[in-house]
């Protein structure tokens, strides 16, 4: 694919800041990504301490052509080839046994490796030019929501990293799928659905970060997406307008100032009560995804509550509950 001038010169800088050991951050078709040489141990350190990012949670490496990925795994079972050839270039992350060459601190000491080929013609561009993997989180401080448009960056780490400016389609970080267990297992749920998955290779289980107690994926076990705004959940409409009604005097007496998100549209006779402001979360569940992350950042900065309605946990939908129930001090169902 080929871009304006503008934007080839800094895909060309960005290759070589990687090449030379750097760090940069580039938008994928998820969310932003911070990423460095895979093969550099030094540089990859250089992420965990600009995140602030516990050195036991592994990263993902990203490639920019299918039979790369033998650079980064040891095998590729005849499952994660059928999930390739449907879903990659794209937002599937696939768990595999880890080929040797990628050293330790990428994989957290872990025997298993996380890959995947994103779908954004700039991220693909970068690994081509960059001619190694690439290692990436999520743009973001450890525990913060993931940017996915460059002032998150610039809010994060201000004038520290390098950053290509592009535009971020799905909103959620991709699905993680554990390829290693008999019955492969959803880590995070993302775009690629676990409805997708089972129609092309038959069963997988999802992970379920309440209720299995010992986190599989490390990851899992931080707290995540904890906006500056203290966040409720609500699973009901109904039970949610009554919530808002009853803690009225707090929100009145306190000063506090509160954002509530409904999907798809406002309740008819919403009462209005001083300090409370009402907006819709997404017309429907890909515009929600796509807005949650700027909403966490950019509503949580302004706002002292948030208040959102839940969705229902399919498709998409159990990708964005996943994420605001880590990113929730308070549910209520
Ligand atoms: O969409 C995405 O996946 C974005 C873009 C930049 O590609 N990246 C991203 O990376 O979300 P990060 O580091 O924020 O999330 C990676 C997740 C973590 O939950 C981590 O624990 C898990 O993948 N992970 C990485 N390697 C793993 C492994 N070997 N086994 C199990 N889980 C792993
Ligand atoms: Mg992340």
């Not at 610039?154 to 389609?169: P, R, T």
């Not at 990851?219 to 409409?237: Q, S, T, V």
């Not at 949650?292 to 309605?309: A, P, Q, R, S, T």
């Amino acid at each position: 694919m080929r871009f304006g001038k503008e934007i080839e010169r800094k895909i060309a800088e960005a290759a070589e800041i990687i090449k030379g050991g750097g760090v940069v951050a580039f938008p994928t078709e998820t969310v932003y990504g911070l990423g460095a040489n895979a093969y550099d141990e030094k540089a990859v350190k250089k992420i965990f301490e600009l995140k602030g990012r516990p050195q036991d949670n592994p990263l993902i490496v990203h490639i920019s052509k299918k039979q790369d990925i033998y650079l980064v795994a040891r095998e590729v079972p005849h499952n994660a080839k059928i999930l390739i050839r449907e879903f990659w270039p794209g937002p599937l992350t696939l768990v595999l046994p880890k080929n040797p060459s990628i050293p330790d601190v990428v994989t957290a000491g872990l025997d298993t490796v996380a890959v995947r080929m994103p779908a954004h013609p700039i991220a693909l561009k970068i690994i081509k030019l960059s001619g190694v993997p690439i290692a990436a989180p999520s743009a973001n401080i450890s525990g913060k929501p993931s940017a996915t448009q460059p002032e998150h960056i610039k809010k994060y780490f201000g004038e520290k990293v390098f950053i290509i400016e592009g535009k971020v389609k799905i909103g959620i970080e991709s699905t993680v799928l554990d390829m290693t267990e008999d019955i492969p297992k959803i880590l995070r749920p993302g775009a690629i659905t676990k409805e997708m998955i089972e129609r092309k290779i038959g069963k997988v289980e999802v992970f379920d970060y309440i209720k299995d107690s010992i986190p599989k994926s490390p990851g899992l076990k931080y707290r995540h997406y904890a906006p500056d705004a203290d966040l409720i959940l609500i699973l009901n409409r109904k039970k949610m307008i009554e919530f808002i009604a009853q803690n009225k005097e707090l929100w009145e007496l306190k000063g506090r100032k509160v954002a509530v998100f409904f999907f798809q549209k406002k309740p008819v006779n919403f009462e209005h009560i001083p300090n409370v402001h009402i907006f819709i979360s997404g017309k429907n569940l890909r515009e929600f995804a796509k807005n949650l992350f700027k909403i966490l950042i950019e509503k949580g900065e302004k706002y002292d509550v948030m208040i959102f309605e839940g969705v229902e946990e399919k498709g998409i939908g159990l990708g964005i509950m996943n994420r605001l129930k880590k990113a929730a001090k308070i549910i209520v169902d």
